[in-house]
């Protein structure tokens, strides 16, 4: 291949750019999307066996065979995320509109640090934010910005939490002095099944893991409002300085969501910084049914969202909102081959300034065109869909003998266990869900995923595919039965 069929610019580029996404999409299309089961089952070992020639030989072999190996060898031993029985994670079917606006994006190729490497997408961005601050009824001064996930906008949001805390508690500017003493005493409250990001935010920010305080969960799996409250004043007795408080909003085991209006009370009694973790469940704002579920988070100081979860749009998207877009101000940054002084004088917007990355891709495309595409409603009725699948799933499981679901689902997330006989100990029942979790994977039919919930072993669906039926779930409890029925015959476990 030579220099002029492989970049856009000239006839035969562009013949080569259509050709080979036509390739491409071909493959998608007959490997990926139609194939039988979520999986084929490989072993990691025998993948690594597939990959086995030279990642960069001498010569290259053409991009028509790159692309047809990499259609035959990876997409072919992918999990097949619009396959119904692939439900472990909240890992979701990209929709169409996502994966048309991720073609574009790709090749527009603009990064959001500066305004001359993206004119359009910067101002686009300004404005799908703000439709985000109105669809989680954030006041007027609300901003945010795109990040990778949910990990990022947590991260992020805790860095300004923190960082304003100090300067008003401690008058420190943490951003030029780093950490004053008093950060020894600083913590963070957010309930015990919070996503391990709000640790793992406190370990990136200095604090530690141990600055993290974990409030107990009630039989909804919700954050205890009286534990909380004992929490703080606990805190406040030791001399110990919460800063932050997370609610969430959908966790990833039950989809649970904290009592986020109580939990604002106390933000605002005990001047915290209220975040609000909506990785999965921000979803629920787009629907006049589950909406409520929400209720609270405007009031939230900041709010993490994805788009690649209840959103549909391919992985990565997310976006971190703020409330008040000058907290922004903590991390503010000034490059001046980025942003030049007659740029701010003009009023281009500044990105590079609210984000942690620098380079960065122009995600906020893909919820833009499925906004566009499916307006609310249409994008509510996905929602709404898969709600009434997992409840569908629930009391299917409800009515077995050999399975009992563990808690009714609160999103589309499902937590039950196989039992195949009663009076089974719960040791015997972790071994085996454990066992039939992994059978399953190598045998390719469901992809489902596994969880301790009370020191037992559980399995779990994440529902995420609005085209899943009842019947799918149904194929799954059966082939879980299969796969144990097997593993009974070849060891013994369940006989
Ligand atoms: C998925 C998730 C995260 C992590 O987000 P990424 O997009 O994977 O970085 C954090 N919190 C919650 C509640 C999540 O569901």
């Not at 291949?1 to 610019?9: C, K, P, V």
């Not at 901003?143 to 992020?156: A, E, K, L, R």
């Amino acid at each position: 291949m030579s220099g002029d069929d492989l970049f856009l610019g000239s006839e035969s580029g562009d013949a080569a750019y259509r050709e080979s996404m036509e390739r491409a999409t071909d493959a998608v299309v007959d490997i990926l999307a139609d194939g039988e089961n979520p999986y084929t089952g490989e072993s990691a070992a025998a993948l690594a066996d597939l990959f086995e020639e030279p990642v960069l030989p001498e010569e290259g072999a053409g991009l028509d065979a790159a692309i047809d190996e990499a259609a035959e060898r990876v997409l072919s031993h992918s999990v097949a995320t619009s396959n119904p029985r692939c439900a472990a994670h909240l890992q979701c079917p990209p929709m169409v509109p996502g994966l048309a606006a991720e073609a574009m994006l790709t090749a527009a190729n603009q990064s959001l640090d500066s305004f001359d490497q993206a004119p359009a997408a910067t101002v686009l961005e300004e404005r799908v934010v703000g439709a985000l601050c109105d669809l989680f009824d954030l006041p007027d001064g609300a901003d945010g910005v795109f990040t990778s996930g949910g990990t990022q906008s947590n991260f992020q949001a805790l860095l300004l939490a923190r960082d304003r805390c100090c300067g008003r508690r401690f008058d420190r500017d943490v951003q030029a002095e780093g950490l004053p003493p008093e950060a020894e005493s600083l913590r963070i409250v957010c309930s015990a099944e919070a996503h391990f990001t709000a640790a793992q935010a406190a370990h990136h920010l200095g604090l530690g893991e141990d600055a993290v305080v974990s409030v107990p969960t009630d039989g909804e799996h919700r954050m205890d409002v009286d534990a909380l409250d004992a929490t703080l004043d606990e805190l406040d007795a030791r001399g110990d300085r919460p800063f932050a408080l997370v609610g969430t909003a959908g966790t990833t085991d039950f989809g649970s969501v904290d009592p986020l209006s109580e939990l604002a009370d106390r933000a605002a009694e005990r001047d915290l910084w209220f975040h609000v973790d909506a990785a999965y469940g921000g979803a629920a704002a787009l629907s006049d049914e589950h909406g409520h579920l929400l209720d609270g988070i405007e009031r939230a100081d900041s709010v993490a969202v994805d788009f690649h979860k209840l959103f549909y749009q391919p992985v990565s998207c997310g976006a971190l909102l703020l409330r008040d877009g000058d907290d922004f101000e903590w991390m503010a940054r000034n490059a001046a081959y980025l942003n030049p002084e007659d740029h701010e004088d003009a009023g281009v917007p500044n990105l590079v300034a609210k984000s942690v990355q620098t380079t960065r891709r122009f995600d906020a495309l893909k919820p833009y065109v499925a906004f566009r595409a499916l307006g609310r409603e249409g994008l509510a009725r996905l929602v709404d869909a898969t709600l009434e699948l997992a409840d569908d799933a629930a009391s299917l499981l409800d009515s077995t003998e050999d399975f009992e679901l563990v808690h009714e689902p609160t999103l589309n997330a499902v937590v039950f266990r196989y039992r195949p006989r009663e009076g089974m100990n719960d040791r015997a029942v972790s071994r085996v869900n454990a066992a039939v979790r992994r059978r399953l994977l190598d045998d390719g039919r469901a992809v489902v995923a596994r969880t301790e919930v009370e020191g037992v072993t559980s399995l779990k669906f994440t529902l995420l595919n609005p085209r899943a039926t009842p019947e799918d779930v149904e194929a799954m409890l059966d082939a879980i039965r299969d796969c144990g029925d097997e593993l009974a015959a070849e060891r013994g476990v369940v006989a």
